[in-house]
């Protein structure tokens, strides 16, 4: 199961790769995250389900813009490490992707989002897929770091006896960058990776 998910994984990224290299120069600017998620189940839900509050660490994701106002974003939320005081009574991993629309114009160092999407959660019984909606917020606080918070609905369908619907909400570090230059060797232009979203 885990060599499936890796190369999942791995064939996301070749695809956007491969995509991303057809847009103009301006969409170079990727963004890559680490931070921790919350998930939480309603209280009927978390009868089937076993847990209602789980904490996912970490959660890592890769962000893509592909126009002036959207972008790519695709998450892994892994269950939490046992540490005791927040081990998790059931399993919880899910593999995220999703397409955001960028307010750009609202400020320079804070950028609200929407977005849709899907995502294939791996609980006790077996992989389920959601279909997502949300909405976030990344505030820039130098030219490439940034914190993101966001808040998922994950709908599972009614049909699916393996997960319930359920909400959660994330909270990264991230991390902008000229891909370009990264492949090239050539330094930083001086502007920063987070910038392309601050050009509009």
């Known amino acids: 199961m885990i060599v499936k998910k890796l190369l999942f994984v791995i064939s996301c990224f070749v695809f956007a790769t ?15 995250g680490i931070g921790t998620g919350i998930v939480k189940f309603s209280d009927e839900n978390a009868s089937f389900i076993g847990d209602k509050n789980m904490i996912q660490i970490p959660r890592l994701n890769l962000t893509i813009p592909i126009g002036d106002n959207l972008s790519l974003d695709g998450a ?12 998790n009574a ?6 995220d992707g999703s397409v955001r629309y960028n307010f750009n114009n609202l400020s320079e160092d804070i950028v ?3 977005f849709a999407g899907t995502s294939l959660v791996d ?4 992989m389920t897929p959601t279909f997502n909606i949300g909405a976030g917020v990344t505030y820039w ?19 699916f006896e393996s997960m319930r619907s359920h909400i959660q909400i994330t909270g990264s570090l991230i991390y902008a960058f000229d891909i370009g230059n990264l492949f090239s060797g050539k330094p930083s232009s001086g502007v920063g990776g987070a910038c392309y979203f601050n050009q509009h």
């Open 123 to 126: 609980s006790e019984r077996k």
């Open 141 to 159: 606080f130098s030219k490439s770091l940034g914190l993101n918070t966001q808040l998922y609905y994950k709908y599972s369908l009614e049909s």
């Open 90 to 95: 059931v399993k919880y991993f899910s593999l």
């Open 18 to 32: 491969c995509f991303t290299q057809n847009k103009s120069n301006k969409n170079k600017k990727w963004q890559i």
């Open 76 to 87: 892994m939320s892994f269950n939490s490490f046992g540490v005791g005081f927040i081990d």
């Open 112 to 114: 609200p989002y929407v």
